[in-house]
C-alpha cells in the first residue's frame, strides 16, 4: 500500500510542479495586465500623461539568485504638470526630477521564478528599454530606447504591442496584447 501512494506521489510531483509554474506565469501576465490598466487610467483621471516603462533587465537589484525570470516595468507620473505642454507624451521630461516611479513591478523578486517576459513593439521589435506613454485621452504612445530620458521621441502606436509571458522550464507562455486604445487584454 505505502509503494503505491509512493508511486502514485512521484508520478503526480512533474505534473504538480509544471501547474504552479504556470500558474506562476498566469500571475504575472495578470499583473502586467493590472499596471497596463492602472496607466491608462491614472491617464484619464488625473488629465496628464502616465509612462509604463519595460526594461527587459529588470528594475530592482535583485542580481540572479532567482531561476529564471527577466524583466521588470514601472509606473512613473509627472510630479506637477504646469503647462499645456506638459500634458503631452513628448513633452513630459521623462526621467529626470519631475517625474516620479508611482510603483513596479519586477520579475526577479522571487514570486515569479521561471517566469520570463519579453515585450515586443508596434513593428514586432524586441527592445531591451521601451517606454509606453497613456496620454490624458487614453490613447498609447510608445518609444523604444536605452535610459528613456528627456522628451520627444513617442510615435503613436499603430499596431498592438504585446507582452509574451513565459514559462522557462516547459516554455508555456501567455500573451499580453496592449491595442492604440490602450486597453490591455490577455490571451485566452
Known sequence: MLAVISILAMSASPTFVNLMRD???????????????????MAIGRGQPIVVQWNASG???????NPGGTGGIQLVEPIITTN???????????????TQIVNSFDIQDGKYNYTSITFFDDQGNAPNFSQMCFAPTGRLYL?????????GGFHPVLGVPAFSVI?????RSRRVFLPPNGVARIQL
Do not use: E, H, K, P
Open 23 to 41: 500558474r506562476r506565469v498566469n500571475r504575472a501576465a495578470m499583473q502586467l495586465i493590472d499596471y497596463l490598466r492602472t496607466g491608462r487610467s
Open 59 to 65: 528594475v530592482g537589484n535583485y542580481g540572479t539568485a
Open 143 to 151: 518609444r523604444n530606447g536605452a535610459g528613456g530620458v528627456g522628451v
Open 167 to 171: 514559462n522557462v522550464a516547459t516554455g
Open 84 to 98: 499645456a505642454a506638459a500634458t503631452n507624451c513628448g513633452q513630459t521630461a521623462w526621467g529626470t526630477a519631475a
